[in-house]
Structures are given as structure tokens and as C-alpha cells.
């Protein structure tokens, strides 16, 4: 089946220490995004890709990285910088760039990544 | 600047009943567009409808409707003798060209049997 895979769906991580996050589709979309939810706050974007090799800050960018190497994968570091890392993270794909063309918008998720800084 | 505000954070009500979440939205732009997701229990946000800033045509599927009406910059959406399938948190979402979706805060819904 098509989809977004996320691994791992948990993760521990001690304070200082950078962790990595897995995204891959198989929809063969051209843009991903990287959101963060927290508890009333809605999602909000860390990182997109509209393309292989490029990719753009969000609203939250600080103490993250992303790579975008090959069109499948988009993973996320959460790296030791970012002061309240603990949160739900999604990983989302779209077909292209949502807010450049009229049938924009849609957005298929995965079923994100729970990380916990202990 | 664009700005979605779900008023209801959490909402109950028992099996059968009629729901209305709410959405009031934001937005300098005449091109816009309005979205609701659901995300269930397994965490994944599923699409549920996506309407231009220039179809004010209310919509239903199946037991979901959706009442868009720009005098009050609010996109509602309705769902009809609920049921326990349907406990989710439900997001509302605005896009202006050129703009990257911005969510609303959502609305955790709650049907008990």
C-alpha cells in the first residue's frame, strides 16, 4: 500500500543528545513536511522539501535539521539545541508544494513519532 | 497574516447525537482555502475537505457536512447522528497562495455509546 512510514513510533532520548527521525513515502510526491504538535497548539511546521536537495525553514526551525537526499526519505534531527524537544512529530508528503497551484492542500500523513526527553 | 482559531478544545456527547465544531479563520487575502482533517486515535491526520475562498456552496457527505460562510469567516462542520468511529480530534486548516497551511489549535470529540 502507498503511504508515509514513520519510525520509530517512540523514542526516549537523554538531554544533549541528538536524535534522528524517519520519514519515507512511497506516493511518489515531490514535497514533505516536517510538524510538530503539542497539546492545544495545533501542528506546527518545522521543516518542508518541495524537491530533492532543497528545503526550507517553517515557523519552529531552531535546534532542528532535515536532509532531503532522495525523493522517498525526508528524516528529521532533533538535535540537542532545541530546548523542549518533547512533542509528537508528523511527517507529512504532498504531490506538490501546497500553495502553488489551485489542487494544493491535500496533505497524507504519517502516524507521526512520540519523542520524550528524559 | 493567516490565523485559525478552534474555539473548542474538547467536545462530548453520546451516540446518535448531532455535533458542530467550529472554525473561525483569518485572512487579508480574497484567494484562500479552507481544510478540515481528523486525526484518530493512530495519530495519522486524514483529509477530509478542502473548499475555496470563492464557493461558499455548503457541502454533505454522508453523515458530514461542512457550512462555509465568509460574512462570519467561519468554515463549521457538522456531524450528523454521531458515532463512536468518529472520536477524533478534528483540525481545521487555512491556506493563501503562496502560504504554507496554518492549523488550528483542534477539537478533541469524544462519543460515548
Known amino acids: 500500500d502507498g503511504g508515509i512510514t514513520q519510525s520509530p513510533k517512540y523514542l526516549f532520548r537523554k538531554e544533549g543528545q541528538n536524535v534522528t527521525l524517519s520519514c519515507e513515502q512511497n506516493l511518489n510526491h515531490d514535497a514533505m513536511y516536517w510538524y510538530r504538535q503539542d497539546p492545544g497548539q495545533g501542528l506546527r511546521l518545522i521543516y518542508y522539501?518541495?524537491?530533492?536537495?532543497?528545503?526550507q525553514k517553517g515557523d519552529i526551525a531552531e535546534g532542528y535539521s532535515v536532509s532531503r537526499e532522495k525523493k522517498e526519505s525526508f528524516p528529521l534531527t532533533v538535535t540537542s539545541a532545541q530546548k523542549n524537544p518533547t512533542a509528537f512529530y508528523l511527517c507529512a508528503s504532498s504531490i506538490d508544494l501546497v500553495g502553488t497551484s489551485e489542487n494544493t492542500g491535500e496533505l497524507f500523513f504519517g502516524e507521526g513519532s512520540r519523542l520524550t526527553v528524559l | 497574516a493567516q490565523k485559525v482559531t478552534q474555539a473548542q478544545t474538547e467536545i462530548s456527547v453520546v451516540e446518535k447525537e448531532d455535533v458542530t465544531l467550529d472554525c473561525v479563520y483569518e485572512t487579508r487575502d480574497t484567494t484562500y482555502y479552507l481544510f478540515w482533517y481528523k486525526q484518530p486515535p493512530s495519530g495519522e491526520l486524514v483529509f477530509l475537505i478542502r473548499r475555496n475562498s470563492f464557493d461558499e456552496q455548503n457541502e454533505i457527505s454522508g453523515r458530514y457536512s461542512w457550512n462555509f460562510q465568509k460574512s462570519t469567516s467561519s468554515f463549521n462542520f457538522t456531524i450528523t447522528a454521531s458515532q463512536v468511529v468518529d472520536s477524533a480530534v478534528y483540525f481545521c486548516a487555512l491556506i493563501e497562495a503562496g502560504n504554507m497551511l496554518t492549523f488550528g489549535g483542534g477539537t478533541r470529540l469524544m462519543v460515548k455509546p
Open positions: 522539501s518541495q524537491i530533492v536537495n532543497d528545503f
